[in-house]
């Protein structure tokens, strides 16, 4: 029989900071999303104090003064490291596991003795907490999706002690029949809201309707949601990741762009970092969209959106290909007398690198292109990213997002190491 585990960091990012700054163990602590706009994870004495996802910061500055909160910019690097740290000690306890999410990972026990699952998940967790500091909470199932709901079990239920196993039929009702269906994974708003009207209203509910029904209520993912419920295994573990089929830059500006040339920066720089993305990742573009727009929320200024698309003769993802591209198609929808709050770069319908044919008389030297891409990527990664780099993503670079309470990037970079004082 299948048995897959789920283990997730709690409050993941903020849980990162307290790992670095002891003196905040105890405290609230949020961290913002880019241009500290809004609070993206609390820890649990943040959301007491009723601070909710997703809530304005200046809203809730005077509440974080008041009560002492921890207010952090996000530290995607430091999060990334840690992540990984993290699934470096899954892959020592399970030689198959699927990264989920930066803090989330399935991790296959089929092979471990059913006695033994519970114990192993509390092992696994102790083991994380002590080498990285991160504390987790372990959820064990037959499937992935009763995994992932164990998880949430577990979370909200502080005497299971952060593992619980619902492999046993008897301990699944149990716990299925206390909670809501729309805590169920892959049943979304709109599926609760049916749901409910046909008063399928517990997780336990949903578990217990026909397969067949599932599937004229909610497609064949609800079919699939309800079967794995009833313990039938329909999602494998994809230990290898598919082949990305897109990919984004896209930034918030620290403060708004009205200048062409400046605009022209910013999207340079996305296509650059796209660039490293893709051959990162072994893919190559056949084409690049640009889209800009001003703010939603400043009724000042007038608005205005915008997106167009370039197609490269041939599959690239040549930094220069990417940034002339890119540049392109700002000018081409960018309007003087706008201030823009975002843009960004977005690339769809990717290609294993070298996977198309090449043109009989080709335009550039593909070889040579990819010399200079290796030639580049190795630089930045001896000395650090931003070491070699295009003069058209500019140097200044104001209208970056801003990160103004962003703490340091302690693992990665050795100016910003942790320092210890010796008393």
Known sequence: MTSFALIDGNSFYCSCERVFDPSIAKRPVIVLSNNDGCAVARTAEAKVLGIGMGEPYFKIRDLCRDNDVAVFSSNYT????????LN?????????????SIDESFLNMTDIRPEDREAFGRDLRSTVQQ??????CVGIGPTKTLAKFANHVAKKNAELGGVCDLTQPAARRSWLDRIEVGEVWGVGAASERKLFGLGIETAGDLARIDARLARNLLSVVGERTVLELQGVSCLPLEDVPPQRKGCAVTRSFGTPVADLAVMLEAVAAYAMRAGEKLRRHGLEATHLAVFMHTSRFNHRDRPHSAQTTVHFPEATNDTFDLISAAQRGGRKIFKDGHRY????????DLVAARSQLRPLFEARDRDR????MTALDAVNAK??????????VGIKRDWQTKFDRRSPRYTTNIKELPIASAR
């Open 369 to 372: 292109s990819e010399r200079l």
């Open 131 to 136: 080498w990285t500091g991160i504390p987790t």
């Open 383 to 392: 000395f650090g990213r931003g070491t070699l780099l295009p003069a058209s």
């Open 88 to 100: 470096a000690i899954y892959r020592q306890w399970s030689p198959d596991v699927e990264i989920y």
């Open 78 to 85: 430091l999060y990334g490291d840690m992540s990984a740290r």
């Open 341 to 348: 709050a975002k843009a960004g770069i977005i690339m769809n």
